[in-house]
């Protein structure tokens, strides 16, 4: 290992990343530094290098990511073993100190009062290797740490701290039952996990709505029993095709992930009485929406939303994709690699939009 490593910061909107060398502070075990494997670009860093959120700057970004143990540590994984040079390991998106009321009284240590996010941190003074788009990584105490199966490649793991958790933590709040009619709105990386954990957890059927086709096409390879393109089809049209295939109950459960200001509305309409909405894509400020409450009211409606997810949940990923790897191609999700070098190639790409995740590889020359 060198005594420094490149990190590509974020320096503002319209600006190119920096990618610059600084030094490897190793000394302090009751941290964990991490050589990235791969990390991989998220709606929410498109989000900021847009403008639609901020960040302190400079900042290093990135927070799906995954590495090896790079250094000797006392740190241990979520289980309690010993942390090892070598271990592959993924790792929850934020640090929490457990003790505080959000994450004692609350039960969510996502919400710590003393939160540590990774790919969030900045500031002259406070940028460092805290983000995946790097070639090394500094974990800091309160992070949940799990080792990758063996059988898992690193194109299956790296979304999954983000992504998968947060669409398996939500739908364990709001509960998934078997025999269920669901309508998941968006089939970027969060919906395409959903469509395959609520067919295989029994829902009668799993309805994909989006605008783009391509997107449509991948879900329909994970598990969507009907797709509908709002391109091409009217939401009015949707609302009736959801009748048929409910036999007129409406829909049990509609999840959103697509950060669209219409969404909720319509699935306020789609939704049959007792029905529960879960909504994880407004993540951004000034996400205004409007719906007749009403229909809340009297469908006796639940509407929950989430925003990252407790560290138990990316356990329960892991295992998920394991289960399932051989029944969907998790692989296929990661449409193209880049060096860190072409970081704003990568982003670049990543905002086209063809692709569900674009990724970078630290170690690529």
């Known amino acids: 290992m060198h005594n420094s490593a490149r990190v590509a910061l974020f320096h503002g909107v319209g600006q ?9 502070v190793t000394s302090n075990e009751a941290n964990v530094l991490v050589r990235v494997k791969l990390a991989s670009i998220c709606g929410s860093d498109l ?58 009284n609350k039960n969510l240590p996502q919400k710590c009062e003393g939160l540590f996010k990774y790919g969030h941190a900045g500031g002259e003074t406070n940028v460092g290797f805290s983000g995946g788009f790097a070639e090394y990584i500094q974990l800091q105490p309160g992070t949940a740490i799990y080792r990758i199966p063996s059988a898992l ?19 364990d709040a709001v509960g998934v039952k078997s025999g269920d009619n669901a309508i998941v709105q968006g089939a970027g990386m969060l919906g395409i996990y959903a469509a395959c954990y609520l067919r295989e957890n029994g829902c009668e059927s799993v309805m994909v709505v989006d605008y783009r086709e391509d997107r449509l096409k991948y879900a329909a390879r994970f598990g969507a029993t009907q797709t509908f393109n709002l ?23 509609v999840l959103e992930v697509s950060g669209v200001s ?5 699935a306020v309409d789609w939704l049959g009485f007792g029905g529960r909405c879960l909504t994880l894509g407004f993540v951004y400020p000034g996400a205004d929406v409007s719906l007749d409450a009403q229909q809340v009211v009297t469908k006796c409606l639940t509407i929950r939303g989430l925003h990252n997810y407790h560290p138990s949940a990316l356990g329960e990923a892991v295992r998920f994709v394991e289960e399932k790897r051989d029944r969907y191609p998790f692989d296929a999700l990661i449409g193209a690699t880049y060096p860190l070098v072409e970081i704003d190639a990568a982003f670049e ?8 995740r674009v990724a970078v590889d630290p170690q690529m020359e």
């Open 16 to 24: 190119p990343f920096e990618v610059s060398r600084q030094p490897i």
């Open 47 to 104: 989000h900021t290098i847009t403008g639609r959120r901020s960040v302190p700057l400079p900042c290093a970004l990135g927070h799906e990511a995954i590495g090896m143990v790079a250094a000797p540590t006392q740190l241990r994984d979520a289980y309690g073993n010993s942390l090892n040079e070598g271990d592959r390991i993924t790792w929850s998106i934020a640090a929490s100190c457990g003790r505080c009321y959000n994450c004692d």
């Open 153 to 171: 490649t690193d194109r299956e793991t790296v979304p999954l701290n983000c992504a998968c958790a947060t669409v398996l933590d939500g739908l």
């Open 231 to 253: 391109t091409d089809t009217s939401v009015d049209d949707v609302g009736h095709a959801v009748q048929q295939i409910t036999n007129h109950h409406g829909a049990d459960l």
């Open 262 to 266: 219409a969404a909720l509305s319509n």
């Open 349 to 356: 790409r990543a905002q086209r939009g063809d692709l569900i």
